[in-house]
């Protein structure tokens, strides 16, 4: 017999009825489809186009500066040039958008919506320990909830270590499950009181007291998911428990201690939906032949000097994704290698940070089983809609979806493979 997908409709006598989630029909499903794996990257101050899109278009260009830094995973990855998000301005307020794809991030009376990786994980986070994980250098994340929320951000990668695989000690999990146990009893206390509320409710504010209920049954759903996770040992890992850098001058250290438990947390399946800021500084990074203001180089204003100080700034951010995709490479599972099941999102949300322009955005899609070795290059003047490379991005994960944003349909010119 079929058992029913997650679509399934009974039909008969003109009436057509939408079946619920079976939870034995969704686990089978679960166990039998591949692991897929998101990871986005976003370099809040941008990245020198001239030094990262190729002059040509097509699988014979010539590789520029930062690609060159990449060339033994040329086949491994798409760049896209001549597209960005419609509608999204607001110079450094874009990083809002970069993943939700919402127009106008510096309104007074902007909303957010749900970012690519929380859509992804209210589809299946709930196979792995955590649904997601948002990372940051330093403050603001790239992840934001259905209700436009912005999601916590972890900036230590000590935390994110112990977070992953450290049990703690047996009171300190006691403790832990009462919280969670706690956290469960007050939600039911709340939901109880708002359900007597809603017989004097009428129109919009019964619709406001409905959107409420959503949020606590989600935090609900999580606090049982988090209870049924903590009763289960954590992975074990040979690596040890990373010494945070205090300097945070030291990007390269501190990015190349990100990315370790980020290949980590990939590798372990503790989660496959990973986000990662990396928001620069208003400092002198601490990279040889560099003695000027990171954000200060990103405004260069085509200054020849600040531009060859940049490009060895933008290098060493460049050289580390190589690291990270090196170490997704020769790591290996029953389908392949870790890039091969992990779409590895990066780019910028400003397209020329000197000037704030949101435009032409520099992007590159590692991974993930699409069939790389290209430059899709769009027109530079009117921009392709980028939203439609995460229509692409999730439909490879599995979801049944034609939209996100302000898409009506997946990218032009990216192939998967079968």
């Given at each position: 017999?079929?058992?029913?997908?997650r679509r399934t409709i009974l039909r008969g006598c003109g009436v057509a009825?939408?079946?619920?989630?079976?939870?034995?029909?969704?686990?089978?499903?679960?166990?039998?489809?591949p692991r897929r794996r998101i990871v986005a990257i976003d370099v809040g101050?941008?990245?020198?186009?001239?030094?990262?899109?190729?002059?040509?278009?097509?699988?014979?260009?010539?590789?520029?500066?930062?690609?060159?830094?990449?060339?033994?995973?040329?086949?491994?990855?798409?760049?896209?040039?001549?597209?960005?998000?419609?509608?999204?301005?607001?110079?450094?307020?874009?990083?809002?958008?970069?993943?939700?794809?919402?127009?106008?991030?510096?309104?007074?009376?902007?909303?957010?919506?749900?970012?690519?990786?929380?859509?992804?994980?209210?589809?299946?986070?709930?196979?792995?320990?955590?649904?997601?994980?948002?990372?940051?250098?330093?403050?603001?994340?790239?992840?934001?909830?259905?209700?436009?929320?912005?999601?916590?951000?972890?900036?230590?990668?000590?935390?994110?270590?112990?977070?992953?695989?450290?049990?703690?000690?047996?009171?300190?999990?006691?403790?832990?499950?009462?919280?969670?146990?706690?956290?469960?009893?007050?939600?039911?206390?709340?939901?109880?009181?708002?359900?007597?509320?809603?017989?004097?409710?009428?129109?919009?504010?019964?619709?406001?007291?409905?959107?409420?209920?959503?949020?606590?049954?989600?935090?609900?759903?999580?606090?049982?998911?988090?209870?049924?996770?903590?009763?289960?040992?954590?992975?074990?890992?040979?690596?040890?428990?990373?010494?945070?850098?205090?300097?945070?001058?030291?990007?390269?250290?501190?990015?190349?201690?990100?990315?370790?438990?980020?290949?980590?947390?990939?590798?372990?399946?503790?989660?496959?939906?990973?986000?990662?800021?990396?928001?620069?500084?208003?400092?002198?990074?601490?990279?040889?032949?560099?003695?000027?203001?990171?954000?200060?180089?990103?405004?260069?204003?085509?200054?020849?000097?600040?531009?060859?100080?940049?490009?060895?700034?933008?290098?060493?951010?460049?050289?580390?994704?190589?690291?990270?995709?090196?170490?997704?490479?020769?790591?290996?599972?029953?389908?392949?290698?870790?890039?091969?099941?992990?779409?590895?999102?990066?780019?910028?949300?400003?397209?020329?940070?000197?000037?704030?322009?949101?435009?032409?955005?520099?992007?590159?899609?590692?991974?993930?089983?699409?069939?790389?070795?290209?430059?899709?290059?769009?027109?530079?003047?009117?921009?392709?809609?980028?939203?439609?490379?995460?229509?692409?991005?999730?439909?490879?994960?599995?979801?049944?979806?034609?939209?996100?944003?302000?898409?009506?349909?997946?990218?032009?010119?990216?192939?998967?493979?079968?």
């Amino acid at each position: 017999m079929t058992q029913p997908n997650r679509r399934t409709i009974l039909r008969g006598c003109g009436v057509a009825l939408a079946l619920p989630f079976f939870e034995s029909t969704t686990a089978a499903a679960a166990a039998k489809r591949p692991r897929r794996r998101i990871v986005a990257i976003d370099v809040g101050l941008g990245l020198h186009a001239p030094n990262m899109i190729p002059q040509q278009s097509g699988r014979d260009y010539e590789l520029p500066t930062y690609l060159k830094l990449l060339a033994e995973f040329r086949n491994q990855f798409t760049v896209i040039s001549g597209a960005s998000h419609p509608e999204v301005g607001g110079g450094h307020s874009s990083y809002k958008s970069y993943l939700t794809c919402a127009p106008h991030p510096n309104s007074a009376g902007f909303r957010n919506t749900i970012s690519l990786d929380q859509l992804a994980a209210t589809q299946y986070g709930s196979e792995t320990r955590f649904a997601s994980l948002s990372l940051s250098s330093s403050g603001p994340g790239l992840s934001w909830s259905r209700s436009g929320v912005e999601i916590p951000t972890l900036t230590r990668p000590s935390f994110v270590f112990r977070k992953l695989f450290l049990a703690g000690k047996a009171d300190e999990q006691a403790r832990q499950m009462q919280r969670l146990q706690d956290g469960q009893s007050v939600l039911d206390v709340v939901m109880d009181k708002t359900k007597r509320l809603q017989k004097n409710l009428t129109g919009r504010d019964r619709e406001k007291l409905d959107q409420y209920f959503e949020a606590v049954r989600e935090a609900e759903r999580r606090l049982a998911k988090a209870e049924a996770w903590e009763q289960k040992p954590k992975p074990h890992v040979d690596a040890k428990p990373p010494r945070d850098e205090p300097d945070s001058k030291m990007i390269v250290e501190c990015m190349r201690l990100m990315y370790d438990v980020m290949h980590l947390a990939l590798e372990t399946d503790s989660t496959r939906f990973l986000t990662y800021n990396i928001s620069g500084m208003n400092a002198v990074p601490v990279i040889p032949g560099v003695d000027a203001d990171y954000h200060n180089l990103s405004h260069h204003g085509k200054d020849p000097d600040k531009i060859a100080q940049l490009t060895l700034v933008e290098s060493a951010l460049i050289q580390e994704l190589r690291g990270f995709l090196k170490k997704l490479q020769e790591s290996t599972e029953e389908e392949g290698s870790l890039l091969d099941s992990t779409m590895v999102l990066f780019g910028s949300n400003l397209g020329n940070a000197s000037s704030h322009d949101t435009k032409n955005m520099p992007m590159l899609l590692a991974g993930g089983g699409f069939r790389h070795g290209q430059h899709l290059a769009f027109d530079r003047d009117n921009n392709y809609p980028l939203p439609n490379l995460f229509v692409s991005m999730l439909q490879r994960l599995g979801m049944e979806t034609d939209t996100f944003g302000s898409a009506s349909g997946t990218m032009t010119g990216l192939e998967r493979l079968a």
